[in-house]
């Protein structure tokens, strides 16, 4: 649906190293870096096309939530050990949620900016890696 998005932060510096930390285990990576602006990319082929930025801006609207999708479940873990590594703060211990489907695996934690992140697998354990 979305071909890239746009994620307003406070300190650009701060925010880039997060977020590479925290979305290595995803296979989530800074590709190209501009004075006001940092693109990441999932390296599904599209490296050359940035799939979230981060922009430096003076102040950030509301908190937003922004759902990764995972693989399987031990990238679901492994996202929210260097989500809070980091520097992030939890807001949900990686589990099955099956108030949205029996097969939903997610964590959530709170990153720089206060925004809401999550990492999500939708597979049962027996289709994950």
Not at 19 to 46: H, M, N, S, T, W
């Amino acid at each position: 649906m979305f071909d890239h998005l746009g994620l307003p932060v406070t300190d650009l510096e701060h925010a880039r190293r997060f977020y590479e930390q925290a979305l290595q285990p995803l296979g989530i990576a800074v590709v190209k870096g501009f004075p006001d602006a940092v693109g990441l990319a999932a390296g599904r082929g599209r490296t050359a096309e940035q799939e979230l930025w981060l922009t430096r801006a003076d102040h950030v609207p509301g908190p937003l939530h922004m759902a990764f999708a995972a693989a399987s479940r031990a990238q679901v873990d492994a996202f929210h050990r260097a989500a809070l590594a980091a520097g992030a703060r939890d807001n949900g211990a990686p589990r099955l949620r099956p108030q949205y489907h029996d097969n939903y695996y997610g964590a959530f934690v709170i990153g720089p900016d206060g925004h809401n992140l999550e990492a999500v697998c939708h597979r049962p354990p027996e289709n994950t890696p």
